[in-house]
């Protein structure tokens, strides 16, 4: 399993999640591939993890990248309660229903696992609530 922050398909997600109506949901920290070290909440941290390689399709099946990656959605509030979270999630999984297209790539296949509800967490201290989202994400290497 390898990291894939800096790829074209990370860089597709981190333009996906620049939304109007998710960012309003967010503070200044907003929508981040890193957690940052004083983040303030509520933010989104995306994690994008290539679990195999697929192969391809086509007229010669194995000759272009066919990655299954890993999508994580991290939702953290310093709030109390769940829906704050619940919201960020709802429109961060809507947004991924419809996912833009990428540079290199031909097509896509976005499948949502499940998502774990809020959970009590602590980060540099803090007591936040957490919930996670998880995805499955197919994109075909274009010839």
Known sequence: MSYVPFTPVGEALYALFQDATLLALLSATGVVGDVPEDPIFPFLWYELLETQQLGGFGTKPGTKALPEIEVRLHAFSDYAGGLKLNAILAR?????????????????????????????????????????????????ESA
Do not use: C, N
């Open 92 to 140: 961060a999984i809507q947004l991924l229903a419809d996912p833009p297209t990428v540079a290199g790539y031909s097509a896509w296949a976005v499948f949502h696992d499940r998502t774990v509800p809020a959970q009590d967490a602590e980060m540099d201290g803090v007591k936040v609530k957490e919930a996670v989202s998880l995805h499955r994400l197919y994109v075909e």
